[in-house]
């Protein structure tokens, strides 16, 4: 009698899953998930139960009533008769220009102290690595504090510039005042303004608008005129005379517009307790700036002297070889290449700075910590609600940058082909 | 594996735990067993709660927090002070980590209701002011017109300031403090024109300065502040023990019960509420309460009567110097006045 044998790769039982190495792996992996899942929605499941058995369950109501409390920074209009979902707005606000004013300082002076920490020049050398080592190895917190400190402390109250011989005096011919409580300098005004649009929940600056449209359009039609120019050249081998139609290209639209909004200077000047007039840059934003400034700069320098040194010593000499002087070298053979090790730690700088900047409650600074995570939270004792939308939006702002950063990093990074 | 299991139980127990106080195990009996009580008071406000130069909690807050342990346990000295900012106080009580909090908390609607606490009392009527520096030249609130001022977050003050300003057609700027420290440095550096706080915490901040004679408090009270023990919401018959302690020392000074005559009267009064809120009657209030029969007898002698408590730690005689004002009796022309202990 003949003997059939089964093939062995016909069929599927069930042990497959646990003695198969095809699949073993694949089970243990859902198995391990299944677990995870399970742990956490038991945790979930008993944090809701007994807040509801204390009668607080999660609710998120509260964002739509009335505040009833100032905000002394507000980029958008926002009166205490605002919901608190719109004090939960300026405060993001205040949080994203912080960030974007902090990322864009840090950079810069970063890149410089960076470069300059790698100078033959003895001093300077010493000086960026005294710097770089006293800022990032002082928390944080107490950098803020004790800038913010020496703000209040050493400038004078708004009080001293009255009377007669005041004792103290506008600086910059008598346009800007430094006091203990805000920086007052002139604005710009216009007299044909043209006020706000409402889109839905988002209102608009029409004369923001108006001239940011104004720059970046004249930034782009000169760009397109250099390209042109760039393609003739390359065409015919002259290049075509451009400096005037950049000039109309890149100022035109900007003066076009101050001529139609009609704009002047608004100078500030001490009126009852306080100057008006003018804007106020409150104390509390400038020392949070430059502490985060300061303090994620040293990092950043750090970064970017890691950087150049990772470029092989060959790339100096091939370029000077060439006859380029060392600042070009370094700015066109060794930071270009030297961006693609920088990129990526620069990325959680950003990062860092933006998250540390909820350390803005410490100066008063109303940042989002300072409106949701604390009036809102404190008024309406929605302390686990506030606290996840906290937390679910400084995920949100985190991985926007990190998103945006990634795909400029794709754009750099070294190309193999 | 015996460690893993051991963190498992652990974990499990923690979770159980916040279980248990859900379902509400009366706060008296754990407090009992516990063998202390867990006070939640202020961070620091001299003349409320603030610890003494040998670490002591002192304070008219602090005497409530003595006068129920000694009601419960006839030891006043078995409380453990637990400091709370105005941020976290709430969530303190809520997740049980004090039994009760006597923390300058206004007593308010939303506070009762929607933050599921229960106030059980008022131990200080309070309202809240300004204070500004003399040479200012403001002599009213309503001068305050652009003026620049302090305040501490997470308060109802910041509400209050808001409703004022907007209510008078004043416009102002506000800087947020966290703590009263903060808010004591900046107005003292000149970066805001006024402070504002409860009336009473601005009479114990000036207290501290160097210079108090330099600085008024505007006449000014733009708010109620009712400011009183609470307890968790449901969490009555604990609140019961609170709210007649309180009384029983408000009711002490209102019969003259004091520290020095109480054992003398608790022998010898004839007067009926008073033997029986001393337990020398055949009323046994106590056990009404789950607690012994001396139990206001010796909630009395921790510190003092009401007005004893008052004289000693923010009275006309100390530094804060307050006046007994609407924290008089009933008979005073004040408003403390407790039901009757029958």
């Known amino acids: ?417 | 594996m015996k460690k893993s299991v051991f963190l498992g139980t652990l974990a499990a127990t923690t979770l159980f735990a916040g279980m248990a106080l859900a379902q509400g195990t009366s706060t008296l009996d754990t407090v009992k067993a516990r063998g202390e009580l867990n006070c939640g008071v202020n961070t620091g406000l001299v003349g409320f709660a603030a610890p003494d130069a040998n670490g002591n909690w002192q304070g008219f807050d602090v005497a409530l927090c003595k006068a129920v342990a000694a009601a419960i346990f006839g030891d006043a000295s078995k409380v453990v002070y637990i400091p709370t900012t105005s941020a976290d106080r709430f969530e303190q009580l809520t997740s049980g980590k004090i039994d009760f909090l006597i923390r300058n908390t206004t007593w308010t609607f939303s506070r009762d209701t929607d933050l599921k606490m229960d106030f059980v009392g008022v131990n200080y009527y309070d309202g809240q002011g300004f204070m500004v520096r003399k040479d200012l030249g403001v002599s009213s609130a309503k001068e305050l017109n652009g003026a620049t001022i302090c305040i501490q977050t997470g308060t109802t003050t910041e509400l209050n300031l808001a409703d004022y300003f907007k209510a008078n057609n004043l416009t102002y700027t506000a800087v947020p403090v966290e703590t009263n420290a903060e808010g004591e440095q900046q107005y003292l550096a000149g970066a805001c024109d006024a402070y504002t706080t409860d009336a009473s915490g601005l009479a114990a901040t000036r207290a501290a300065f160097a210079d108090p004679d330099n600085h008024i408090i505007l006449p000014e009270i733009i708010s109620k502040e009712p400011l009183g023990p609470a307890v968790r919401h449901g969490d009555s018959a604990w609140g019961d023990v609170i709210r007649w302690t309180m009384n029983a020392l408000i009711a002490a000074e209102e019969f003259g019960i004091t520290s020095a005559n109480i054992d003398e009267l608790a022998t010898s009064s004839q007067n009926p509420e008073v033997q029986r809120l001393l337990g020398s009657s055949t009323d046994n209030l106590g056990a009404m309460l789950g607690l012994d029969a001396g139990w206001a007898k010796n909630a009395i002698k921790a510190s003092g009567n009401y007005g004893e408590i008052f004289a000693a730690t923010i009275g006309e005689s100390t530094p804060i110097g307050l006046a007994r004002g609407l924290n008089a009796q009933w008979t005073q022309g004040g408003l403390l006045y407790t039901p009757p202990f029958r």
């Open chain 1, 1 to 417: 009698m003949a003997v059939v044998t089964e093939d062995p790769k016909a069929g599927f039982r069930l042990g497959m899953l646990i003695y198969d190495t095809r699949y073993r792996s694949i089970t243990i992996q859902i198995v391990v998930l299944f677990l995870f899942m399970a742990g956490a929605a038991w945790l979930i499941d008993n944090l809701i139960r007994n807040l509801e058995a204390l009668g607080r369950g999660i609710d998120f109501g509260f964002l739509w009533n009335r505040a009833g409390y100032d905000i002394n920074q507000t980029l958008v209009e926002y009166t205490n008769d605002s919901t608190h979902a719109r004090a939960m707005l300026v405060g993001l606000l205040n949080t994203l220009l912080i960030a974007f004013l902090g990322c864009i300082a840090a950079t810069v002076l970063g890149v410089i102290a960076g470069v300059l920490r790698l100078s033959k020049n003895w001093v300077v050398g010493r000086l960026m690595t005294v710097y770089v080592e006293i800022f990032r190895n002082i928390p944080l917190l107490l950098w803020i504090l004790m800038i913010y400190t020496i703000f209040t402390e050493a400038l004078p109250a708004p009080n001293a510039f009255r009377g007669e011989n005041p004792a103290a005096s506008m600086a910059l011919f008598d346009t800007v005042a430094f006091t203990n409580r805000y920086t007052a300098i002139p604005w710009l005004v216009f007299d044909n303004s043209l006020g706000w649009l409402q889109l839905g929940p988002i209102w608009l600056n029409l004369d923001l608008t108006v001239i940011i449209v104004a720059l970046v359009g004249g930034f782009l039609i000169n760009r397109a005129i250099l390209k042109r120019a760039t393609r003739i050249q390359e065409a015919t081998g002259i290049r075509p005379t451009t400096w005037w139609q950049s000039l109309i290209a890149l100022f035109g639209p900007i003066i076009l517009v101050k001529f139609v909004l009609g704009t002047h200077f608004d100078y500030p000047s001490l009126q009852g307790f306080n100057f008006t007039g003018g804007l106020q840059v409150s104390n509390s934003l400038v020392a949070l700036w430059l502490a985060l400034t300061l303090y994620t700069a040293a990092f950043i320098a750090e970064i970017v002297r890691g950087g150049i040194n990772a470029i092989s010593r060959g790339q100096t000499e091939a370029a000077f070889a060439l006859g380029l002087r060392p600042g070009r070298t370094m700015s066109l053979i060794i930071l270009p290449q030297a961006m693609r090790v920088i990129i990526p730690p620069l990325i959680s700088q950003y990062l860092n700075l933006t998250k540390n900047s909820s350390l803005a409650i410490a100066v008063g600074y109303m940042d989002l910590r300072g409106t949701l995570g604390g009036i809102t939270l404190n008024q309406t004792g929605r302390g686990l609600e506030a606290m996840l939308l906290l937390m679910l939006i400084y995920l949100l702002i985190s991985l926007t940058i990190s998103g945006a950063m990634n795909v400029y990093n794709q754009s750099v990074k070294l190309k193999e082909r």
